[in-house]
């Protein structure tokens, strides 16, 4: 025990990792950590460049899943409101105190529009459609619940995922949101997802200069039938930059910009140097558990407590060791010079924060090795 722990420190409760006020050391490995600091830094960096763009950022609750998060986002980082993925999500947060939700995907399946009619009584919720069918089926729940459901147009601006092409088939969309019961014409979904992670800074400007084009296209087609778009939104972490300064776009919907990931930060600047506005805020804590090797060390953060879909996790602030693979419940550190020991305890940086933090029960925060703070990952496995 290090001098000035207490002794009840080290008791922790059979579902959380650590309790408040407990010295990091003693925080049960593996477990989710946020740099408390790095976190209000990134959330205030973010909140500055939105005021200066004078647009609004509608933060991206996937990346967290946590209402107590969300809360912090629209107190302190002056989001208008939060975005989520999946409607058991948006549940989640109206149920946390959260009343304006934009669900940025689609809902077709007729059990999950009752829901959504539901939910739409208590709270201001917004929905991306890109069929035909799929808005007379909302209009119709809406109805039925007596509700106001505000739907946005999604448009394929080069991702290639969800979305109607540009233009023409999105106006027509639009037109019959706006004389559809029960719904109300919100504006353009125009998210280019594939650009997020584009590693050259000018391959990445060029792709989202193409989503801007298709997106003001659309925009300027809607006018000529007098409909007009108070939301067009997209932008994430690797690309709002771009979209800030359209004069086009006015909502962010940037997620991971609040924790950083290994990935994120291979994405580059105009310089060429790896972006660095945003600090890495969000951690697995992981202990050494094995050092049969000299030059092997095994910690106890394997694929159920992290993602490796963007690659493998980095250790922070520090190049002599390094994480080279794992398994279910292991992962192997190279280490040359038999630096660690057992029980040594280091900071990995995820490869995506996202699929990582839904591994996870409870995110601990930390300030000056203390912990000040827990927040249960409150969407946790809400995906339907």
């Known amino acids: 025990m290090k001098k000035g722990h207490k002794s009840d420190d080290l008791v922790v409760g059979l579902d959380v990792p650590a309790h408040v006020g407990m010295h990091l050391d003693d925080v049960m490995t593996p477990a989710l950590i946020i740099d408390l600091d790095a976190f209000e830094h990134n959330i205030e960096t973010l909140r500055k460049q939105v005021v200066d763009a004078n647009v609004r950022l509608r933060a991206h609750s ?79 729940a809406a109805t039925r619940h007596g509700a106001s459901i505000e739907c946005l147009v999604e448009i394929d601006c080069g991702a290639r995922r969800c979305g109607v092409a540009p233009g023409q088939a999105a106006v027509a969309l639009a037109q019959q949101i706006a004389v559809s019961d029960g719904l109300q014409f919100a504006g353009l979904q ?79 600047d105009q310089s060429g140097k790896p972006v660095s506005e945003f600090q890495n805020s969000l951690f697995i804590w992981t202990g050494i558990m094995s050092k049969a090797r000299p030059d092997m060390a095994i910690c106890d953060a394997g694929l159920k407590v992290l993602s490796v879909d963007s690659g493998l996790p980095r250790v922070f602030a520090r190049d002599d060791v390094e994480y080279v693979n794992c398994s279910d419940e292991h992962g192997n550190i190279a280490d040359p010079h038999n630096q660690l020991q057992l029980n040594h305890k280091i900071r990995l940086v995820p490869g995506h924060c996202d699929p990582t933090c839904n591994l996870h029960d409870w995110y601990v925060g930390i300030r000056d090795d203390r912990v000040e703070c827990l927040w249960p990952v409150s969407a946790r496995g809400k995906a339907f």
């Not at 962010?252 to 990931?261: H, R, V």
């Open 62 to 140: 996937k990346t967290h899943k946590s209402v107590d998060i969300a809360r912090y986002q629209i107190d302190h980082g002056g989001a208008c409101g939060i975005c989520c993925q999946k409607l058991s999500e948006a549940e989640v947060m109206v149920a946390g105190g959260i009343d304006d939700v934009m669900i940025s995907n689609q809902l077709t399946d007729p059990v999950k529009i009752e829901r959504l009619a539901k939910l739409a009584q208590r709270a201001r919720l917004l929905i991306c459609v890109d069929d035909s069918d799929n808005i007379r089926d909302l209009s119709k």
């Open 190 to 268: 125009a998210y280019q997802g594939n650009a997020q992670h584009i590693r050259d800074y000018a391959a990445r400007e060029q792709a989202i200069a193409t989503a801007i084009l298709h997106t003001g296209e659309t925009v300027d087609a809607l006018a000529t039938v007098g409909l007009h778009c108070d939301i067009i939104a997209g932008a994430g972490t690797g690309s709002y930059h771009f979209e800030a300064a359209s004069n086009l776009y006015n909502e962010l919907q940037c997620g991971s910009y609040i924790f950083m990931d290994a990935d994120y930060q291979r994405v580059l």
